[in-house]
C-alpha cells in the first residue's frame, strides 16, 4: 500500500499553565451595574480606592438614588477588576490610566453632555479632574479626599489646585467628622464658585456617624441621597 505521506499526529503536550488575571486592556469600555430608569438622569459613580463598585456604601446609594428616579451607572477601574478576576489585591492604577478609565466610561454612557459624574473618595476625586475635559452636566464628590489623614499640606494643595478653576456644577457630600477634610479645614481652601458642600453632621469619610450623636447611617445616607438627588435634577435639597 502506498504511503499517504502524513506523518503521524504529534502527542498532545502539557497544558498551556493558567494565566493569572489580567486588567483590560487601556480603552476597554467598563463594565456598569445599573440602578433605576432607563430614561432616568444618569449618573456615573466610581469607586474608592479600596472597595469595588458593589460595595455597600455604592450599593446603598444607588438603590436610594433609583429610588428617586435617577439612573446610577457604577463602573471599576482596571485594577478593581483584575481584582474582582482573581488577581490579588493590585495597588490602584497611575492617575493617568485612572483619567482615561473615566473618560471611557463617559463615552461609553454617549458622552458628557449625557451623563453627571463622581463618586466615593478616589473615584469622585478623578472624576473632578475630568469633569470639564469630558463637558459633563454636573460633578457629585461623596467624600472627597482633601489631603490624606497626617499628610503635608503640600497634599492637599495637589488635591485642590484644579478645584480652584473648576467650571462644572459641582456638589461635595463630605462629614463633618472626616479625617480627609473638615469644615475648618475645607474654609481655608479656594474653591471654584460652583462647587457647594453639603455637611453630614458627625459624619466621618462614609458619611456614617457615631452612635452618641443619636444619628444612624442610615439617616446620613438618606440625607446624602435627598441632596444628591435635588442637586442633578436642578433642586434645592
Do not use: N
Not at 476597554?28 to 455597600?56: C, K, N, R, Y
Not at 463618586?119 to 463637558?135: H, L, Q
Amino acid at each position: 500500500m502506498a504511503a499517504s505521506g502524513r506523518r503521524p499526529a504529534a502527542p498532545p503536550g502539557p497544558a498551556d499553565p493558567p494565566r493569572p488575571p489580567q486588567a483590560p486592556e487601556p480603552g476597554t469600555p467598563p463594565e456598569f451595574l445599573f440602578d433605576g430608569p432607563q430614561q432616568g438622569p444618569t449618573l456615573v459613580l466610581a469607586h474608592g480606592a479600596g472597595a469595588p463598585m458593589d460595595s455597600p456604601f455604592l450599593a446603598a446609594m444607588a438603590a436610594g438614588l433609583a429610588a428617586r428616579g435617577l439612573r446610577v451607572a457604577r463602573f471599576e477601574f482596571p485594577y478593581m477588576r483584575a481584582r474582582r478576576l482573581g488577581g490579588g489585591r493590585k495597588a490602584p492604577d497611575r492617575e493617568p490610566e485612572l483619567r482615561r478609565s473615566w473618560l471611557a466610561a463617559i463615552a461609553a454612557l454617549g458622552g458628557g453632555g449625557r451623563v453627571w459624574i463622581g463618586g466615593k473618595s478616589m473615584g469622585g476625586r478623578i472624576a473632578s479632574m475630568v469633569a470639564d475635559e469630558a463637558a459633563v452636566r454636573g460633578l457629585v464628590c461623596l467624600g472627597y479626599p482633601f489631603r490624606p489623614p497626617g499628610a503635608a499640606p503640600a497634599a492637599a494643595e495637589k488635591r485642590t489646585a484644579h478645584l480652584r478653576h473648576l467650571r462644572t456644577p459641582a456638589l461635595i457630600v463630605q462629614g463633618t467628622r472626616d479625617a480627609f477634610g473638615g469644615p475648618s479645614e475645607v474654609a481655608g481652601y479656594e474653591l471654584a464658585a460652583g462647587i457647594r458642600i453639603h455637611w453630614i453632621d458627625d459624619g466621618d469619610h462614609s458619611l456614617a456617624p457615631r452612635k452618641s450623636s443619636g444619628r444612624t447611617a442610615a439617616q446620613t445616607l438618606a440625607e446624602a441621597v435627598a441632596a444628591v438627588a435635588a442637586f442633578v435634577r436642578g433642586e434645592k435639597d
